[in-house]
């Protein structure tokens, strides 16, 4: 299956998209975390995109939506997977649908996390990821076993530069500028599905997989 987890940034898409590509058995794409692991490499991928992420913008369409249908052509993704962050513009949602379309594909469905911006903001200020799998915590609402430390790979944790609170305004408004315009976009493919990202994480997790289930 070929998910969309759409949502504002901290919305909890990386979260639940962690579970559901678990039990899918399909990978999780997160354009946030291929950009990061690039600039960790140093390549010249990572350097473009640095500062558009510094500032909270969105790096340019034609960098992104190449780097996404790389991936997307491997190996572990011609059964499905679940993309995070992607796409953020309605001209990245035509340009994946144009790709798929060349192969018979398309996407069966966008998935509307949908929290509050409060909330949002509480979220990202209190998120720290882990430096080697980039698994998001929650200082309060899903903190690790040990402090700093990943669960998964005993990685260490640390806060995103872009989570602090100048560049989360601008990324909020990025996303309702940019990104919201997307979600009129699935509606009239009749691909939207909307769920309340404001419940607690097991809720939340419990009511997506039905819908996958459902499908
Ligand atoms: P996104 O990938 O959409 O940016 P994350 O999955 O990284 O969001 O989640 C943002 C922050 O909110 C993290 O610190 C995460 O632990 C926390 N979080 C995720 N889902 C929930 C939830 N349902 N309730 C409370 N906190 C959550
Ligand atoms: P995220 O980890 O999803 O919050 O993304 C972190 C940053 O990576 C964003 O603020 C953007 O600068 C960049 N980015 C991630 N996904 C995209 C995308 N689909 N289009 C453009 N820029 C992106
Ligand atoms: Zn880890």
């Keep these: 299956m070929r998910i969309i987890l759409l949502g504002a940034p901290g919305a909890g898409k990386g979260t639940q998209a962690a579970v559901i590509s678990k039990k899918l058995g399909t990978p999780h794409i997160a354009t946030g975390d291929l950009f990061r692991a690039a600039l960790g490499q140093g390549t010249d991928l990572g350097n473009k995109a640095k500062a558009y992420m510094d500032k909270g913008?969105?790096?340019p369409d034609d960098i992104t939506v190449a780097m996404v249908l790389e991936r997307i052509a491997l190996d572990d993704a011609q059964t499905?997977?679940?993309l995070d962050g992607f796409p953020r513009t309605v001209n990245q949602g035509v340009a994946l649908d144009q790709a798929l379309e060349k192969n018979g594909e398309s996407i069966d469905m966008?998935?509307?996390?949908?929290?509050?911006?409060?909330?949002?903001?509480?979220r990202l200020s209190g998120r720290s990821i882990c430096r080697t799998c980039q698994t998001p915590y929650h200082s309060v609402n899903n903190p690790p076993k040990e402090t700093g430390v990943c669960d998964l790979d005993g990685g260490e944790l640390y806060q995103r530069d872009d989570d602090k609170a100048e560049t989360v305004i601008n990324r909020l408004q990025v996303y309702s500028n940019e990104t919201a315009p997307l979600i009129q976009f699935f509606e009239s493919q009749s691909k939207l599905v909307r769920?309340?990202?404001e419940q607690d994480i097991s809720v939340v997790e419990?009511?997506?997989l039905d819908i996958i289930e459902t499908k």
């Design 80 to 82: 499905g997977y679940i």
């Design 206 to 208: 419990k009511q997506l």
């Design 110 to 122: 966008a998935i509307l996390v949908d929290v509050s911006d409060a909330e949002l903001v509480k």
């Design 57 to 59: 913008e969105l790096v």
């Design 195 to 197: 769920i309340n990202g």
